[in-house]
């Protein structure tokens, strides 16, 4: 099974390992992601500035390409995939931002927001199937606690997101499961890690992380999973003292796919 | 032809302020068939009526066009009027310049051209009107109460009492309802069972009453005064009339891991079991879902211990008809469920509770026996937050929750915090409100103890997030008058959820033909006039069914219902409706349409001879309409491909006059 994929900046130089066990791991699960091509910037939380078009024409860009090869888009950062979700979500339902836009982009021919959106965490429940994941896992994560950590803009807004209910959320704790891991339920996995507050505020995104790593720990988690990279790296500056890392890298190594040797 | 009069209302200003009504009485006097119009501040007072009267014998008038409020109000003050002039009161014709007029315009020639426009087709129908004449239908003197919880068993011992005897239809194995949940009621904090329970004994005792328990309502026909029911008693495999509640078959019952729904899951019950203590009727009921003999036919258990010979495992649902001349809905509310509101941890945390838990954690009979432990761990709490407004008001999260108040929970939210105080003195309590609404009497004193003398420590502000964290709950809060957040690390968290109607009102509204809102509560024939009738003849409300209510508004509604029913029972006779259909038989081509869209089934079909013009007989099959049954919608007039079946009052020909006279 073939899809277009969407990488996004930052997971090409600071996350590199949230891209390229994301890849890995499709292909071990027998889909292949095909990288749009000239891909740019998706806008980067910009685009949350909702009388913006320019900052958003890149992401419509990136589902004007999927949808020129017949293909559904696959994202996996939590950031790329909210900015790009929402701003399909604008091309469908808002009539004033979808005309502006496709005027902008008279050039090279218009998008009408046909393209469907799967997150990889979607792709793995909805497409793969958790069972069919737990079939394929060769080296099941038993006796790990694992703690998933969806932050907001992975499930927020709900109603636009669709992926999992934003309050108790499901779709990290089952791929948990599924890997033979137990997940670690805790309140705050759904909190803010401060986001870029922390160019501004340092001390309140060590405290919005402190109150995640605090949580997590004491609901019992030995590991934290996150597919943010912004979350990871607030995480890890503000004293994490478990393991963070992204779901993908430890997708690939219950998949027995991940190279011990550092590229 | 007709000799009509027009009397156009003021109604103070709220017609007069926007319609020039002086104008509409003179635009209304050139209309065909108009010998006199007049106007008059209030037409519905006894000098308005008197002027009507008057009008009527000195320009010997035969039709009336009242142009005034919506005929809702006042349609049936004015036939009176008539009639007391000597007209048939089917002769008066309403024009709502009011609500369809005044109240929706602001500019004054507008709102006086529609205003003689209306009246103008209301001049033009009653050229048309015939004088009518009701039918009458007996009185079926006895009344059906759907729901028996408090509101339900007032409602049955007042028509009791009265004389008329009256069934309770009760869903669940015994009546009492929610307030036998309760512990202690507000603001007085007299105990929920001990004035319950003497009620609910009352009602098995009392000779015109009966109950049908673990029962529902499954089927209704028929119209005010004459109701026929299908009510479906559930199989509880006891034979009730034999079972002597001893309860030796509920201590030796095996299975004993059922969730006992009458403490809401906190504790088990046997399979067979009697949800508490002073149930009425108090006898055995088995839980189909759990029996082990009845899943797998091997236990028996119960039939041997029993020495009253009284379980039966081959007992089937049965189904009773009756007849009865009024029917009470009293079917009561649920907290809304907590699973849309998981940014209070309701699903991930035992010591989140809502507070009809809490009730039950804090009553003697409960599971644990009064005393207030956290479910998890069974360890007492030392500091305890209340969040009210859990799915009430919620206008940005209607999806969520309901964007009514829920009424009650203010005051028992003020109860809980009190009486933990009193309890335990050495609990820390919060409580978190956006308002606290205490209007009833007391009401607000007892709020003011709670702050005052309880030093509850009550915070303006909504809860935003609970983690469950090792053994605590953190809270995080705003403090809206400090402009602070809050963290409390809390043992113990109170959710004062929303109330919603009971989920089977949608489906008994439905066979009522009564009804209801967007939330689902029964609607009720006036606002302010009428609040204990639904709009549908012969149904009435009583308690939550209607609208959010505590104990003493419910009991006073409850009341006032059965006084309604009493004043129907008491009747020999109803008058009909004499606006019904009817079939010209000469033009009915019998093809059923008319009988698939009656929503009362008042249409049956039969065959008749006629008499053709070349003096043959043939026979025919036409339509023929029940009067009694009949409620005059019109649907079939509308379906009616041949045009044969017509509305009394409402006939073709009239409405297509009015048209004419608005289009002309």
């Known amino acids: 099974m073939k899809f277009s994929y969407f990488p996004g900046c930052t997971l090409k130089n600071k996350a590199k390992d949230l891209d390229r066990y994301a890849i890995r791991s499709a292909e071990a699960l027998g889909i292949s992601l095909e990288e749009i091509e000239n891909w740019q910037c998706c806008g980067g939380v910009f685009t949350t500035a909702r009388d913006e078009i320019a900052t958003k024409l890149s992401s419509v860009r990136i589902l004007k390409a999927a949808k020129d090869k017949e293909q559904d888009l696959i994202t996996v950062c939590s950031a790329c995939h909210n900015v790009v979700k929402q701003t399909n979500n604008a091309m469908q339902n808002d009539a004033e931002f979808s005309s502006k836009v496709n005027r902008y982009m008279a050039s090279e021919g218009g998008y009408d927001g046909s393209t469907t959106v799967y997150h990889y965490l979607e792709m793995l429940r909805d497409i793969v199937g958790f069972d069919a994941l737990r079939e394929k896992v060769v080296k099941p994560l038993s006796g790990k606690k694992i703690a998933a950590y969806y932050g907001c803009l992975l499930l927020r807004p709900g109603s636009v997101m669709k992926m999992d209910d934003p309050e108790n959320p499901t779709i990290m704790e089952d791929m948990i499961r599924a890997m033979g891991a137990e997940p670690v339920i805790y309140g705050n996995r759904n909190e803010c890690c401060g986001g870029y507050v922390v160019m501004e505020s340092p001390e309140l995104a060590k405290k919005k992380s402190g109150d995640v790593i605090r949580n997590a720990k004491a609901q019992g988690a030995d590991m934290i999973i996150t597919a943010c990279p912004l979350c990871k790296y607030n995480l890890m500056k503000n004293g994490a003292d478990v393991p963070v890392v992204y779901f993908t890298e430890l997708l690939a190594e219950a998949l027995g796919v991940k190279e011990d040797t550092n590229e | ?664």
């Open chain 2, 1 to 664: 032809m007709q000799r009509i009069g027009v009397f156009v209302c003021w109604c103070g200003s709220n017609i007069a302020g926007t319609v020039d009504v002086v104008a509409v009485a003179e635009a209304l006097k050139k209309e065909p068939g108009v010998v006199f119009s007049t106007d008059y501040q209030y037409m519905c007072s006894q000098a308005g009526q008197d002027l009507i009267v008057s009008s009527v014998k000195e320009h010997n008038l035969t039709g009336l066009v009242i142009c005034s409020c919506s005929p809702r109000m006042h349609e049936a003050t004015f036939r009176k009027t008539a009639q007391v002039a000597g007209l048939n009161p089917y002769m008066v014709e309403i024009a709502n310049i009011r609500e369809q007029c005044s109240w929706v315009h602001k500019d004054m020639p507008i709102g006086t051209e529609k205003a003689i426009i209306l009246g103008k087709a209301a001049v033009a129908k009653v050229n048309l009107n015939a004088p009518l004449t009701p039918g009458e239908s007996p009185v079926t003197k006895r009344a059906l109460v759907i729901g028996g919880g408090i509101a339900g068993i007032q409602t049955a011992l007042d028509i009791a009492d009265a004389g008329f005897p009256v069934d309770i239809v009760e869903k669940k194995p015994t009546i009492g309802g929610k307030m036998a949940q309760l512990d202690k009621t507000f603001p007085t904090l007299d105990c929920a069972a001990c004035i319950l329970t003497p009620k609910m004994v009352d009602v098995a005792q009392h000779e015109n009453i009966r109950i049908f328990s673990y029962s529902e309502v499954t089927d209704v026909k028929g119209f005010i005064g004459n109701f026929d029911v299908t009510i479906k008693k559930n199989a509880r495999f006891v034979n009730e009339d034999i079972c002597t509640g001893c309860g030796d078959c509920v201590t030796k019952c095996p299975q004993k891991k059922v969730p006992n729904e009458f403490n809401l899951g906190m504790d088990n019950r046997s399979a067979i079991y009697i949800p508490f203590a002073q149930a009425v009727p108090k006898v055995a009921t088995i839980d189909p879902a759990h029996c082990t003999m009845l899943k797998t036919g091997k236990c028996g258990v119960c039939s041997k211990v029993c020495k009253a010979n009284a379980i039966d495992y081959t007992q089937k649902d049965e189904f009773i008809t009756e007849r009865y001349g009024a029917i009470v809905v009293a079917t009561g509310f649920d907290p809304i469920s907590m699973d849309k509101f998981d940014e209070f941890a309701y699903n991930q945390s035992k010591d989140v509770i809502t507070s009809l838990e809490f009730e039950r954690l804090t009553n003697a009979a409960g599971p644990t026996a009064g005393k207030l432990l956290r479910p998890s761990d069974g360890e007492h709490p030392h500091k305890i937050v209340f969040v009210q407004c859990v799915g009430s008001r919620c206008d940005s999260c209607a999806e969520k929750g309901k964007e009514y108040c829920s009424k009650i929970c203010c005051m028992y939210t003020a109860k809980h915090a009190m009486l933990t105080r009193d309890k335990y003195p050495d609990t820390e309590v919060y409580v978190f409100y956006i308002d606290v609404r205490t209007p009833g009497k007391n009401f607000d004193e007892f709020y003011r103890r709670a702050v005052e003398e309880y030093d509850v420590h009550y915070i303006k502000g909504m809860v935003g997030k609970i983690t469950p964290e090792g053994k605590k709950l953190m809270v995080r809060a705003s403090d809206l008058l400090d402009g602070k957040q809050l963290n409390i690390d809390a043992d113990l968290v109170v959710l004062a959820t929303a109330i919603e109607p009971d989920k089977s009102a949608r489906s008994l509204a439905t066979m009522l033909t009564a009804s209801m809102d967007t939330n689902d509560f029964f609607t009720e024939a006036h606002p302010k006039l009428r609040p204990v009738e639904s709009p549908t003849a012969g149904v009435f409300l009583s308690g939550t069914c209607q609208g959010p209510k505590d104990i003493p508004e419910t009991v006073s509604q409850a009341g006032a219902a059965a006084s309604k029913v009493i004043g129907l029972l008491a009747k020999d006779k109803l008058k009909g409706n004499p606006c019904v259909a009817s079939s010209d038989e000469l033009m009915c081509n019998g093809c059923s349409s008319c009988e698939k869209v009656c929503p009362y089934g008042a249409i049956t079909y039969e065959n008749k001879e006629f008499r053709m013009p070349d003096r043959t007989t043939r026979v025919r099959r036409v339509a023929s309409v029940n009067p009694a049954v009949c409620q005059g919608c019109g649907c079939c007039t509308v379906t009616c491909p041949s045009g044969a079946m017509d509305l009394r009052g409402f006939m073709n020909e009239q409405i297509m006059a009015e048209v004419d006279a608005i289009c002309k």
